[in-house]
């Protein structure tokens, strides 16, 4: 009934259409397609805020629907990121590789070309092979397929033995985190096959256009992160808004009572896990090549933590939210700490927001956790008149999420 | 003229010491003046020699003073002397025989002998048989001490004249120990040598396996046919299992006993030397982009006769089957090897049990500061279930706190011992601040607890970076902290590891006291299993959360200025720690002490081990221990010390 | 009358402390039973273990005409068997309408995929239409649970353990903190249900035992102590000693 779908969220219609006429402002504003008021650099940075705003819809469906705080989606992210980045540096260094041999007496064997490629790729960390994980760099399809499949798998195998075993709540934020610095602590390691702390460089460069200048090309990118993010809204608009969103929901407030209605809980909850985290190994592998280089210290557990503070700001449980949030929060941040904002004379301090901008934000987030839960997406209420449920006994608070906690029960 | 007058002076100078009524010290310094005054260390030794074997009481000063620049000789006769500085430009010359001064001169009339390091250098091997003789025991020691450093065949003979006399009992042992590994190094007689090997056996120390290593070095070597009986080999290496084909073929062209193979790259180069018009050996240039063609190119110039015939991989094979390849000990006495390698064994299996030892001692260490990081989080994580993802940072300002004090209180010792309480008192104040703001708000809330703390750790770790900038800054421990309490060559561990380890186990006897036997424990215990109960009992619940927050973070307070002294204490320090310090909490098990400490000691331990078996490699053992976590908890997802039943509240 | 459910010789101890010791138990497939006891008696862990929330020590647990062993599955597969489970505190989903509470609840099938793809049909409408009818909420579907009554949700939560359609229906407390009309309907509710199958309640409140009119077993340390009927076993010395007389 997709009539019906729609009519009950009407929230798709609005953001897709908000979505669309974005697209099109930013078009006509950019250097590649219109009158060139927004500069090229600013194109990308909009673009890698869709990204952003798509791995934090993902990061609404595990938490704000499912209660799962996890603290390693942008390790999901990364991997994405590094998987699509591979297919990148290996096309751009082949053809550089191959240029430059052109000129040579004797035309290069395959051999000696991959031998090349190998060399300018890892002589950074001290080797020349190709190590086993590069088999497939040099086909598109094959990398594509692993931008989906790295995450899931790892979300599959992680999920699988942390959900298995019943670990829940803070628990499982910290067995997250956990992951994601040993896996960034491994992708530290120069023999981890992906260059060590040097990460992937020169992803901005799309292998086959080379003649295509970066303004055309930024706004290609934005157009697909803009597309992602349309799709993967309604997406996950869809499946939480039938009996699916119910069970998730329900496994939010009151995992055990799901459990006795006979519902496998730990395959909802794995089902949802793999796929925000396949969903954000995609935005991973649309904002890399934005950002052109990518290396271990973006997948920090720090970096999770931020995207939880995005969705929390935003006001989770709304995919809408998530979007503001992440939208809001990396693109203030991003202007504080560019050192464009001037600076506060106090006469005894002057306050330089890049030194400072941290502590607003953290000490905002505190405000926002304590005063503000819902957070801007609280304001949607307010106009739409949307109350929240009155619940029994004593103000648990307003975050649902909290439900599902022990403690809340005791 | 003026030739024949310089050639009467020189003439003078060396009839004079003759006539003069010369002791026999000078003496002998005139017999070798010219080489004195002209030294070269090619030439010098029978020089030195013969002064150290003239057995005259003087020879010790002479070479001494000789080796320390202080001989002059005197223009207008050519005597040697020792002076010392009398006045700006003056010295005051002694004679060697009679040491009885000779008078003041002004530096113009004298000239310094200078020898060079190499000869000074002579001159001490030489020095040493005097030493070794002095009366003055530190002396005696010191030569042993230089012997020890920079062992040589010709003191061999000294060290072994001087044990006889030696009534020192403890020098006797060092001279009879050194001379054990002198002879096993340089004796020339093997069966001496074997039993000096044998007798070293056991020990752990690190010359012992210094001495005993380079006997055992080999060689790399090959024979055509079979192995050669007649050399002491260590063992046969295989082409392909122990040496690659490639790296014994390199060594057969090396020895020019067989010819190189022409390489891919080889192949290139040539076929790129002899393109005429496009085409080479028959094939155009641009067809050769597979290496089957350009092997078919050379061949066809190779058959023409203008290249070399290519020697295939095929033939490397045949080539080195003819020969076998050996590691060929140094040494040529295999009774010498043997028994080194006897007594190396026994020796390695005994150092095998101390490094496990040592890295017991590491891994306590480690687990200590596991410990002390986590037990402040047992407390509040453990005891009164909130996450303070901010519980790094007050780790971090008690370690900055330490500095600060520091920087007040030059005295290390006072600094220290005033920085531990005020640290507390920093951190307690900053813990129940939090608690009061931020923390109450949120008490079974847990995951907004998490988020929240979240935003002050970041809040206050950017505080600190504008506070104190991002380098680090020192905790300088104080003296009687430095150094190492050494076991043996192999075990060893630093006072600070051990006042950490002291530190961790007062702190858990506090804990368990301040729980078990104070009425604020028992307040604590009360609010944290039933809060609605304990306050109907006149408990305020307020307070004792905010004391027991309190506690908790003074504790990570104190815990800063331990760990500053051990790392350097960045804004980041806190970070460091807190994922293992969660990690040490949820392994452990919760609420409870002693599931903190088991899991500090599992967690501390297994990294150490991890480390050990791959010890090029912090960060994958980082990596490997997460992992073992995740998979442990697999199994006790409560930890090791979990509550069963009910309590538990699953 | 066959047997729905057999426990036979169970026991579980938590450090130590043996909560239920050597039980043995068994209901037929249409009956009303009563299990009552003083506090510590073991009631909950009893509905622990049949629910698999709580694996036993020993002993076996063996359900349905198939006799299969309930210790073997977890707590969603026992749900699944038919064994429903309704917890002393109401727990609804507070922040979802009853609709899709008791929609939630319907007997489907209850894996992932099947539950994604979903489409509400006409019969499960009118499903959950016919409950809300029989537990009095025909008028508050469109609500949010979190706004019902404490009794309204005590009948929405029995309301679902219906809609699962389960063959034994665990009750923990029905009645506590009603209104002695809210009773009155629960009572009612228990009573047809257990037309159709087994149904076990736990109680406090002896005159709502007296209402179900029920065989009543007696539970002390973890063991059976007396069965029968109400006033066979009030009148057991034992369980005066131990339960009635304090």
Same mark, same amino acid.
């Given at each position: 009934?997709?009539?019906?779908?729609?009519?009950?969220?009407?929230?798709?219609?609005?953001?897709?259409?908000?979505?669309?006429?974005?697209?099109?402002?930013?078009?006509?504003?950019?250097?590649?397609?219109?009158?060139?008021?927004?500069?090229?650099?600013?194109?990308?940075?909009?673009?890698?805020?869709?990204?952003?705003?798509?791995?934090?819809?993902?990061?609404?469906?595990?938490?704000?629907?499912?209660?799962?705080?996890?603290?390693?989606?942008?390790?999901?992210?990364?991997?994405?990121?590094?998987?699509?980045?591979?297919?990148?540096?290996?096309?751009?260094?082949?053809?550089?590789?191959?240029?430059?041999?052109?000129?040579?007496?004797?035309?290069?064997?395959?051999?000696?070309?991959?031998?090349?490629?190998?060399?300018?790729?890892?002589?950074?960390?001290?080797?020349?092979?190709?190590?086993?994980?590069?088999?497939?760099?040099?086909?598109?399809?094959?990398?594509?397929?692993?931008?989906?499949?790295?995450?899931?798998?790892?979300?599959?195998?992680?999920?699988?033995?942390?959900?298995?075993?019943?670990?829940?709540?803070?628990?499982?934020?910290?067995?997250?985190?956990?992951?994601?610095?040993?896996?960034?602590?491994?992708?530290?390691?120069?023999?981890?096959?992906?260059?060590?702390?040097?990460?992937?460089?020169?992803?901005?460069?799309?292998?086959?256009?080379?003649?295509?200048?970066?303004?055309?090309?930024?706004?290609?990118?934005?157009?697909?992160?803009?597309?992602?993010?349309?799709?993967?809204?309604?997406?996950?608009?869809?499946?939480?808004?039938?009996?699916?969103?119910?069970?998730?929901?329900?496994?939010?407030?009151?995992?055990?009572?799901?459990?006795?209605?006979?519902?496998?809980?730990?395959?909802?909850?794995?089902?949802?896990?793999?796929?925000?985290?396949?969903?954000?190994?995609?935005?991973?592998?649309?904002?890399?090549?934005?950002?052109?280089?990518?290396?271990?210290?973006?997948?920090?557990?720090?970096?999770?933590?931020?995207?939880?503070?995005?969705?929390?700001?935003?006001?989770?449980?709304?995919?809408?939210?998530?979007?503001?949030?992440?939208?809001?929060?990396?693109?203030?941040?991003?202007?504080?700490?560019?050192?464009?904002?001037?600076?506060?004379?106090?006469?005894?301090?002057?306050?330089?927001?890049?030194?400072?901008?941290?502590?607003?934000?953290?000490?905002?987030?505190?405000?926002?956790?304590?005063?503000?839960?819902?957070?801007?997406?609280?304001?949607?209420?307010?106009?739409?008149?949307?109350?929240?449920?009155?619940?029994?006994?004593?103000?648990?608070?307003?975050?649902?999420?909290?439900?599902?906690?022990?403690?809340?029960?005791? | 003229?003026?030739?024949?007058?310089?050639?009467?002076?020189?003439?003078?100078?060396?009839?004079?010491?003759?006539?003069?009524?010369?002791?026999?010290?000078?003496?002998?310094?005139?017999?070798?003046?010219?080489?004195?005054?002209?030294?070269?260390?090619?030439?010098?030794?029978?020089?030195?020699?013969?002064?150290?074997?003239?057995?005259?009481?003087?020879?010790?000063?002479?070479?001494?003073?000789?080796?320390?620049?202080?001989?002059?000789?005197?223009?207008?006769?050519?005597?040697?002397?020792?002076?010392?500085?009398?006045?700006?430009?003056?010295?005051?010359?002694?004679?060697?025989?009679?040491?009885?001064?000779?008078?003041?001169?002004?530096?113009?009339?004298?000239?310094?002998?200078?020898?060079?390091?190499?000869?000074?250098?002579?001159?001490?091997?030489?020095?040493?048989?005097?030493?070794?003789?002095? =009366?003055?025991?530190?002396?005696?020691?010191?030569?042993?001490?230089?012997?020890?450093?920079?062992?040589?065949?010709?003191?061999?003979?000294?060290?072994?004249?001087?044990?006889?006399?030696?009534?020192?009992?403890?020098?006797?042992?060092?001279?009879?120990?050194?001379?054990?590994?002198?002879?096993?190094?340089?004796?020339?007689?093997?069966?001496?040598?074997?039993?000096?090997?044998?007798?070293?056996?056991?020990?752990?120390?690190?010359?012992?396996?210094?001495?005993?290593?380079?006997?055992?070095?080999?060689?790399?070597?090959?024979?055509?046919?079979?192995?050669?009986?007649?050399?002491?080999?260590?063992?046969?290496?295989?082409?392909?299992?122990?040496?690659?084909?490639?790296?014994?073929?390199?060594?057969?062209?090396?020895?020019?006993?067989?010819?190189?193979?022409?390489?891919?790259?080889?192949?290139?180069?040539?076929?790129?030397?002899?393109?005429?018009?496009?085409?080479?050996?028959?094939?155009?240039?641009?067809?050769?982009?597979?290496?089957?063609?350009?092997?078919?190119?050379?061949?066809?110039?190779?058959?023409?006769?203008?290249?070399?015939?290519?020697?295939?991989?095929?033939?490397?094979?045949?080539?080195?089957?003819?020969?076998?390849?050996?590691?060929?000990?140094?040494?040529?006495?295999?009774?010498?090897?043997?028994?080194?390698?006897?007594?190396?064994?026994?020796?390695?299996?005994?150092?095998?049990?101390?490094?496990?030892?040592?890295?017991?001692?590491?891994?306590?260490?480690?687990?200590?500061?596991?410990?002390?990081?986590?037990?402040?989080?047992?407390?509040?994580?453990?005891?009164?279930?909130?996450?303070?993802?901010?519980?790094?940072?007050?780790?971090?300002?008690?370690?900055?706190?330490?500095?600060?004090?520091?920087?007040?209180?030059?005295?290390?010792?006072?600094?220290?011992?005033?920085?531990?309480?005020?640290?507390?008192?920093?951190?307690?104040?900053?813990?129940?601040?939090?608690?009061?703001?931020?923390?109450?708000?949120?008490?079974?809330?847990?995951?907004?607890?998490?988020?929240?703390?979240?935003?002050?750790?970041?809040?206050?770790?950017?505080?600190?970076?504008?506070?104190?900038?991002?380098?680090?800054?020192?905790?300088?421990?104080?003296?009687?902290?430095?150094?190492?309490?050494?076991?043996?060559?192999?075990?060893?561990?630093?006072?600070?590891?051990?006042?950490?380890?002291?530190?961790?186990?007062?702190?858990?006897?506090?804990?368990?006291?301040?729980?078990?036997?104070?009425?604020?424990?028992?307040?604590?215990?009360?609010?944290?299993?039933?809060?609605?109960?304990?306050?109907?009992?006149?408990?305020?619940?307020?307070?004792?959360?905010?004391?027991?927050?309190?506690?908790?973070?003074?504790?990570?307070?104190?815990?800063?200025?331990?760990?500053?002294?051990?790392?350097?204490?960045?804004?980041?320090?806190?970070?460091?720690?807190?994922?293992?310090?969660?990690?040490?909490?949820?392994?452990?098990?919760?609420?409870?002490?002693?599931?903190?400490?088991?899991?500090?000691?599992?967690?501390?331990?297994?990294?150490?081990?991890?480390?050990?078996?791959?010890?090029?490699?912090?960060?994958?053992?980082?990596?490997?221990?997460?992992?073992?976590?995740?998979?442990?908890?697999?199994?006790? =997802?409560?930890?090791?010390?979990?509550?069963?039943?009910?309590?538990?509240?699953? | 009358?066959?047997?729905?459910?057999?426990?036979?010789?169970?026991?579980?101890?938590?450090?130590?402390?043996?909560?239920?010791?050597?039980?043995?138990?068994?209901?037929?497939?249409?009956?009303?039973?009563?299990?009552?006891?003083?506090?510590?008696?073991?009631?909950?862990?009893?509905?622990?273990?049949?629910?698999?929330?709580?694996?036993?020590?020993?002993?076996?647990?063996?359900?349905?005409?198939?006799?299969?062993?309930?210790?073997?599955?977890?707590?969603?597969?026992?749900?699944?068997?038919?064994?429903?489970?309704?917890?002393?505190?109401?727990?609804?989903?507070?922040?979802?309408?009853?609709?899709?509470?008791?929609?939630?609840?319907?007997?489907?099938?209850?894996?992932?995929?099947?539950?994604?793809?979903?489409?509400?049909?006409?019969?499960?409408?009118?499903?959950?239409?016919?409950?809300?009818?029989?537990?009095?909420?025909?008028?508050?579907?469109?609500?949010?649970?979190?706004?019902?009554?404490?009794?309204?949700?005590?009948?929405?939560?029995?309301?679902?353990?219906?809609?699962?359609?389960?063959?034994?229906?665990?009750?923990?407390? =029905?009645?506590?903190?009603?209104?002695?009309?809210?009773?009155?309907?629960?009572?009612?509710?228990?009573?047809?249900?257990?037309?159709?199958?087994?149904?076990?309640?736990?109680?406090?409140?002896?005159?709502?035992?007296?209402?179900?009119?029920?065989?009543?077993?007696?539970?002390?340390?973890?063991?059976?102590?007396?069965?029968?009927?109400?006033?066979?076993?009030?009148?057991?010395?034992?369980?005066?000693?131990?339960?009635?007389?304090?």
């Amino acid at each position: 009934m997709p009539r019906s779908f729609i009519f009950r969220n009407p929230s798709i219609l609005v953001f897709i259409g908000c979505l669309a006429v974005f697209t099109v402002v930013v078009t006509v504003l950019s250097e590649g397609f219109g009158i060139g008021f927004l500069s090229t650099s600013f194109i990308k940075t909009l673009g890698k805020t869709l990204a952003l705003c798509l791995v934090a819809i993902s990061m609404d469906l595990v938490w704000g629907y499912c209660g799962i705080l996890s603290l390693g989606h942008f390790a999901f992210f990364g991997l994405g990121g590094y998987m699509i980045g591979m297919w990148l540096m290996y096309e751009r260094t082949r053809d550089i590789v191959v240029t430059s041999m052109a000129s040579a007496e004797i035309p290069p064997t395959q051999q000696e070309v991959k031998d090349a490629i190998g060399n300018q790729i890892f002589g950074v960390v001290g080797s020349s092979d190709f190590p086993a994980i590069w088999t497939l760099a040099g086909s598109l399809p094959a990398q594509l397929a692993l931008v989906v499949l790295v995450p899931g798998l790892l979300a599959l195998v992680f999920g699988w033995l942390a959900f298995r075993s019943r670990v829940t709540g803070v628990y499982l934020s910290i067995l997250t985190q956990a992951m994601t610095l040993a896996l960034s602590l491994y992708l530290f390691q120069n023999d981890s096959g992906l260059r060590g702390n040097n990460g992937l460089s020169g992803l901005q460069n799309l292998p086959g256009a080379n003649n295509v200048p970066q303004a055309i090309i930024s706004v290609w990118f934005l157009w697909g992160s803009a597309l992602a993010l349309g799709l993967g809204y309604v997406l996950f608009t869809w499946v939480v808004s039938g009996k699916f969103g119910s069970v998730i929901r329900g496994i939010r407030d009151d995992e055990a009572r799901v459990r006795f209605l006979g519902y496998p809980v730990e395959a909802y909850k794995l089902f949802i896990f793999v796929l925000s985290a396949v969903v954000a190994g995609i935005a991973g592998a649309l904002y890399y090549p934005q950002a052109g280089i990518i290396n271990p210290a973006e997948m920090a557990p720090i970096a999770s933590i931020y995207l939880a503070v995005w969705v929390a700001i935003g006001g989770r449980g709304r995919f809408y939210g998530a979007v503001i949030g992440a939208a809001f929060v990396s693109l203030v941040s991003t202007w504080f700490t560019s050192g464009q904002v001037p600076s506060i004379h106090l006469g005894f301090y002057t306050v330089d927001w890049v030194d400072w901008w941290q502590v607003v934000l953290g000490l905002s987030f505190v405000l926002v956790t304590l005063y503000a839960p819902r957070g801007i997406g609280g304001l949607f209420d307010l106009i739409s008149g949307r109350i929240a449920p009155n619940r029994h006994g004593a103000d648990l608070g307003p975050g649902a999420g909290s439900l599902q906690e022990k403690e809340a029960i005791e | 003229m003026r030739i024949f007058f310089l050639a009467l002076v020189a003439l003078l100078f060396l009839v004079s010491p003759l006539s003069a009524q010369n002791g026999p010290v000078q003496t002998l310094l005139q017999d070798n003046r010219a080489k004195i005054i002209k030294s070269s260390r090619k030439s010098i030794q029978p020089t030195i020699d013969a002064i150290a074997s003239s057995g005259l009481p003087q020879a010790q000063l002479v070479l001494q003073k000789w080796q320390a620049r202080e001989i002059w000789q005197r223009k207008a006769d050519g005597l040697f002397f020792y002076g010392e500085k009398a006045a700006p430009k003056a010295y005051r010359l002694f004679d060697f025989d009679s040491a009885e001064p000779v008078g003041e001169f002004p530096k113009k009339q004298l000239k310094l002998v200078k020898p060079n390091s190499g000869v000074r250098a002579l001159i001490g091997t030489s020095l040493v048989q005097f030493q070794l003789n002095d =009366p003055d025991a530190a002396l005696r020691r010191a030569a042993l001490l230089s012997i020890e450093r920079d062992p040589a065949v010709e003191l061999l003979a000294p060290l072994r004249a001087s044990i006889g006399a030696e009534s020192n009992v403890d020098i006797l042992t060092l001279k009879q120990r050194l001379n054990t590994l002198l002879t096993i190094r340089f004796d020339t007689d093997p069966e001496t040598r074997i039993a000096a090997i044998k007798e070293v056996a056991g020990d752990l120390g690190v010359d012992v396996r210094a001495t005993l290593n380079p006997l055992l070095t080999t060689d790399l070597a090959f024979a055509e046919g079979a192995l050669p009986e007649s050399k002491n080999i260590a063992a046969q290496r295989v082409v392909g299992e122990d040496i690659t084909a490639a790296a014994a073929y390199e060594m057969l062209v090396a020895a020019n006993r067989a010819p190189t193979v022409t390489t891919a790259n080889e192949i290139r180069k040539v076929l790129a030397a002899h393109i005429v018009g496009g085409q080479v050996g028959g094939a155009a240039v641009a067809t050769l982009d597979d290496l089957g063609a350009r092997i078919k190119a050379y061949d066809n110039l190779a058959a023409s006769g203008t290249v070399p015939p290519r020697i295939a991989e095929v033939e490397r094979e045949a080539t080195l089957a003819s020969f076998v390849f050996y590691d060929l000990y140094k040494e040529p006495a295999k009774a010498v090897t043997d028994a080194a390698r006897k007594t190396l064994e026994g020796i390695q299996t005994r150092v095998g049990f101390n490094q496990a030892l040592d890295l017991g001692l590491d891994a306590l260490s480690l687990a200590s500061i596991y410990f002390l990081a986590a037990i402040g989080l047992a407390i509040t994580f453990g005891v009164m279930g909130v996450i303070n993802m901010a519980h790094g940072e007050f780790i971090m300002m008690g370690a900055y706190t330490g500095y600060v004090v520091q920087q007040i209180i030059p005295d290390y010792t006072i600094s220290l011992i005033v920085a531990l309480p005020a640290a507390f008192v920093v951190t307690f104040a900053a813990g129940v601040a939090m608690e009061r703001l931020v923390i109450r708000w949120l008490y079974h809330r847990p995951l907004e607890t998490l988020l929240a703390t979240f935003g002050i750790s970041i809040a206050v770790q950017q505080i600190a970076k504008n506070i104190f900038g991002t380098q680090a800054r020192p905790l300088t421990s104080p003296g009687w902290l430095d150094g190492a309490w050494v076991l043996n060559d192999v075990v060893s561990i630093s006072y600070i590891r051990i006042a950490i380890f002291v530190l961790a186990l007062a702190f858990l006897t506090l804990f368990l006291f301040i729980m078990k036997r104070t009425r604020f424990g028992l307040e604590t215990r009360a609010v944290t299993q039933n809060p609605r109960m304990a306050s109907s009992m006149g408990i305020n619940p307020d307070r004792v959360n905010m004391l027991t927050f309190g506690l908790g973070s003074g504790i990570a307070g104190v815990a800063g200025v331990a760990i500053g002294l051990y790392a350097k204490v960045t804004s980041e320090l806190g970070a460091d720690y807190i994922v293992q310090s969660f990690m040490t909490v949820v392994v452990g098990g919760v609420g409870n002490i002693w599931g903190a400490l088991l899991g500090a000691t599992m967690i501390g331990s297994l990294q150490k081990g991890i480390e050990w078996l791959n010890p090029s490699n912090t960060l994958a053992a980082q990596t490997y221990m997460i992992i073992f976590i995740i998979i442990f908890i697999q199994f006790r =997802p409560r930890g090791v010390i979990a509550l069963k039943g009910r309590a538990a509240g699953d | 009358m066959n047997t729905i459910l057999e426990v036979s010789g169970v026991s579980v101890s938590f450090d130590g402390f043996k909560a239920i010791n050597n039980l043995t138990f068994t209901i037929g497939s249409a009956e009303m039973r009563a299990i009552i006891g003083p506090n510590g008696a073991g009631k909950t862990t009893f509905m622990d273990i049949v629910t698999g929330k709580t694996k036993p020590d020993e002993g076996h647990v063996v359900f349905g005409e198939k006799a299969i062993s309930l210790l073997r599955l977890n707590e969603a597969q026992i749900a699944q068997a038919g064994v429903g489970r309704k917890f002393q505190r109401p727990t609804v989903f507070e922040d979802q309408s009853v609709f899709d509470n008791l929609l939630l609840a319907l007997r489907k099938k209850r894996g992932p995929l099947a539950v994604l793809f979903y489409l509400q049909s006409r019969e499960d409408r009118a499903k959950v239409e016919q409950l809300a009818m029989e537990i009095g909420l025909k008028d508050q579907l469109e609500r949010k649970s979190g706004e019902l009554s404490h009794g309204q949700k005590q009948w929405l939560e029995i309301g679902m353990l219906l809609a699962q359609d389960p063959k034994v229906l665990l009750v923990d407390e =029905p009645a506590a903190g009603m209104t002695p009309e809210e009773r009155e309907h629960t009572t009612g509710l228990l009573v047809e249900a257990a037309k159709t199958r087994a149904v076990v309640v736990v109680e406090h409140d002896m005159e709502f035992v007296r209402r179900l009119n029920c065989k009543v077993t007696v539970l002390h340390e973890g063991s059976v102590l007396a069965e029968g009927s109400l006033d066979h076993v009030t009148k057991n010395q034992e369980v005066i000693d131990v339960y009635l007389g304090r």
